[in-house]
């Protein structure tokens, strides 16, 4: 079993984001998710056994504000195990989907390598406040446990089920989706 979760977060004006940050995000969020897979696929077809869950965000099942970049690279690999996941089923291999929703207690956004600050131009200012201050207030969240969970169910699943969203508020955005 291959779980993919590692990942680049950005948030800010896309205007204001560096391409060469654009290219960072892509290049672990997606080139990165590609590498790991494609490296894995011989041993699991050699078996005809066995799971590939990638973590994407739920970012993929509502559009979100200030998150353009993050969100083009994870819709790339929510496109890329959809169509791979037809492919390996042959083999008997699962390909899977686990969007986990916002989680404030983890330290993803630590790993932007980029300050918030510096991508919310003076233009943007009025315009992110009360998207800040919502992210400071969320009615719902995911924790750490619910996306273990939901990689759990997405590696041991046999009903052919692709998506597996995980948290509260993922689990709202894709019932209302």
Do not use: C
Not at 79 to 96: D, N, P, Q, W, Y
């Amino acid at each position: 079993m291959l779980v993919n979760n590692a990942g680049i977060g950005v948030v800010g004006a896309f205007e204001a984001t560096p391409m060469a940050h654009v290219r960072k995000v892509f290049e672990t969020n997606t080139f990165g998710v590609m590498a790991m897979t494609q490296a894995v696929i011989p041993q699991l077809r050699a078996r005809r056994a066995g799971a590939i869950v990638n973590v994407t965000s739920s970012v993929t099942l509502a559009s979100m504000p200030l998150a353009a970049a993050y969100t083009a690279s994870k819709q790339a690999i929510e496109g890329f195990t959809g169509s791979l996941a037809h492919e390996l089923r042959h083999f008997g291999i699962g390909a899977k989907l686990v969007e986990p929703g916002y989680a404030p207690t983890t330290r993803f956004a630590d790993n932007t390598g980029v300050r918030i600050e510096d991508l919310i131009p003076e233009a943007y200012v009025a315009y992110a406040r009360p998207i800040f201050a919502g992210f400071a207030t969320p009615a719902l969240v995911t924790r750490e446990s619910d996306v273990a969970e939901a990689v759990w169910q997405a590696a041991n699943d046999v009903t052919g089920r692709l998506r597996f969203p995980a948290g509260a508020d993922a689990l709202a955005l894709a019932r209302a989706g």
